[in-house]
């Protein structure tokens, strides 16, 4: 493959004008295509076969007249200070209101809250339903901003007016907060290389990959549903991974330039040696995130698929787009110095690198610091023990926002449960009976601990399925609601003797449980997949059964040290208003499964580019020991360098808005830092160490039919004339080295 990989990397270069040229003219079809069939990615979470699914689609099939699948939105009202909504003024303002939104496009009905007693104990807060006749995703921007402003007409006559519901959730749009993760990019690519020119590449081509994939994923948005996620998703990967790539082989480039290569052949043998890391690793990445297919949930399928694919892309522009440019820059790759970064470039071409004394120091005293590296993971990760799933309602949105405003004014003024409806539907078909039924189950549910109020049950035309809507005492996230599910699931077998219907229960609470039991029971196979893939890749990479053994467990290690630091952060506040989370609540039902596949296939990012020159010292002739102390001299500055990029293009997503983007941002950034500083380059040099000679063991009947991939590039140095020596950092004259 290295020897594939060279030639590819030395046409690209010879024929940087059409490579480049075919890159732009794929991204200009492609956005081209993503402008004329692009929609909103709007799918909504769900999981068909679970009980609140099955409920809601008997709902969609019993009640076609019902509003069922239709979008909804809710205007919620208080009254001046010191009035009423009940006062003449005020009741007058509140129905012009309603008349205006009545008259709206695809608006097919509007409540009257003091017909449907929607109005408070106090009188002070009330709620009308606004209910469409077409689906969210059909809801126009006419629509949703007639609803806005007759909310606004309303407010200077001192009537509030707040809106919530789905129909008023606008598309996502990404914060310019999060440009802030790029700059800081720019900023370590900047001191990595020591020349503006250098290292704009890495981000140069970066963007033209996400804007490629990104462009993909909007055209085929108009065949596949995604959900708001997936999009950002893969923003947020592509962009990670797309300048990690394009720094790996830059930087070997600039080695190689340094060690006297014309710039054609430097970036040839680039491509060849760090270009196979780059595809080893790209592949590891793209299996975990594929992976989550096994899952056989939709939803969590697209995410992957888009998050592989951009990744796909990444790999591509990396072995062709890269060389290309290298190409347009020439002897020139290292014009327009940092200033103040000549100095300090020259000094560790001459001096003994931190990587290299921290493998020594490493080394040293393994057990040491194998002992307190999984110490201080094992107490980060005991906040997990806590861990609690569930879906994100608009109480997890930003105070300012008027969808929180109006969850906080029904909380007020109708219990916390008001926000969390259960909704049981009796299916009485088999019975004959659905009045008598729903009686039934009403009064049974009645009795239960956690209910605040039954309302009375609706009967669809057909008079053989009824609608009972349960609010319990406690809020949509907490643990009675939740134990309140189980509760009337548990009523469903005497409910049926009873009566002869079968009830189930949905709404938002009762989904968010099922998508986590489902989720939950997916996860040891969807570990087996992806885990044993990945294990048999990183085998043929490194020709040892000890080293993918060794990833993997440091991975789980960092792994539950991040769940650890995410219900800290996100489930019980700690440090949460530094980073603008505004209310704590359960973790995202889907988080745990997404993280298992995206943080394993970055941490594999780091173990083969790290572990790769290990081997490649260590096939030359190193000792155990020198062959670690190489790797680090030669992968550690660029293993530091993009993990610190790819945690600040994953924190610039904290700074968003979104619930759900700020907890994966946070995690993955977190779970990045902790994987490359604590895991790849604390306890892996360690183990190795610890395990000597017998790191790179692998069975003799097994290395006779393994094929051999070459991943460090060292048939194809050898039939070039570029012969690896291992350097011995323990000389008193340290041999000058390019990259530290």
Partial sequence: MATFLYRLGRGAFEHRGKVLTAWVLVLLVVGALAGAFSKNADAQLSIPGVESVTATELLQERFPSGGVGGAEARMVFEAPDGAQLSDPAVRATLLEVLAEVRSGDQ??????????????????????????????DALTDGSRNGLVAAAEGAQGDGLRVELGGEATQAEAHQSAAE?????????????????????????????????????????????????STAPTLGLMVGLAVGIDYALFISMRHKQNMADGMDPQESAAMAVGTAGSAVVFAGATV????????????????????????????????????????????????????VPGMRTRQAKLATTESTGSRWAKAVTKRPAAFLVASVIGLGILAVPALDLELGLPDEGNLNSETTQRQAYDLLADGFGPGFNGPLTV???????????????????????????????????????????????????????????????????QSEITDATGAEAFV?????????????????????????VGLSLILLTLAFRSILVPLKATAGFLLSLAATFGALVAVFQWGWLAELIGVQSTGPIISFLPILLVGLLFGLAMDYEVFLVSRMREDYVHGATPEESIVGGFRHGARVVTAAALIMAAVFAGFILGDDATIKS???ALAFGVLLDAFVVRMTIVPAVMALLGHKAWWLPAWLDRIMPDVDIEGAKLERDHGHTHHPVDDSSSDPVPQPVS
């Fill in 179 to 227: 440009a802030i993760g790029v700059l800081v990019a720019l900023l370590v690519l900047a001191v990595t290389f020591g020349s503006l020119l250098a290292a704009g590449l890495p981000l140069l081509t970066a963007m033209i990959g996400v804007g490629v994939g990104m462009a993909g994923t909007l055209a085929l948005s108009s065949v596949v549903e995604l959900t």
């Fill in 107 to 136: 608006v097919a009905a509007v409540s009257d809250p003091f017909e449907a007693g929607a109005i408070s104990a106090d009188g002070t807060i009330g709620y009308a339903t606004v209910a469409y006749d077409v689906a969210v």
């Fill in 506 to 530: 949905t709404g938002n609470t009762a989904l968010g449980i099922d998508i986590s039991d489902k989720l939950t029971g997916a996860l040891p196979l969807f570990l087996l997949v992806v």
């Fill in 425 to 491: 539907v009796v299916d009485a078909a088999a019975s004959g009976n659905a009045e008598q039924a729903a009686t039934a189950t009403a009064t049974a549910i009645a009795g239960l601990d956690d209910v605040a109020a039954v309302s009375p049950a609706v009967l669809n035309a057909a008079g053989d399925t009824a609608i009972i809507t349960v609010f319990p005492d406690s809020g949509p996230a907490e643990t009675d609601t939740k134990d309140l599910v189980g509760s009337i699931r548990d009523l």
């Fill in 286 to 337: 793209m299996i975990a995130l594929a992976g989550l297919t096994v899952v056989g949930i939709s939803f969590l399928t697209t995410m992957g698929l888009v998050a592989a694919g951009m990744v796909g892309v990444a790999v591509l522009v990396a072995l062709t787009l890269v060389p290309a440019l290298l190409g347009f820059a020439g002897e020139r790759f290292s014009r327009w110095p």
């Fill in 664 to 666: 994966i941002g946070f």
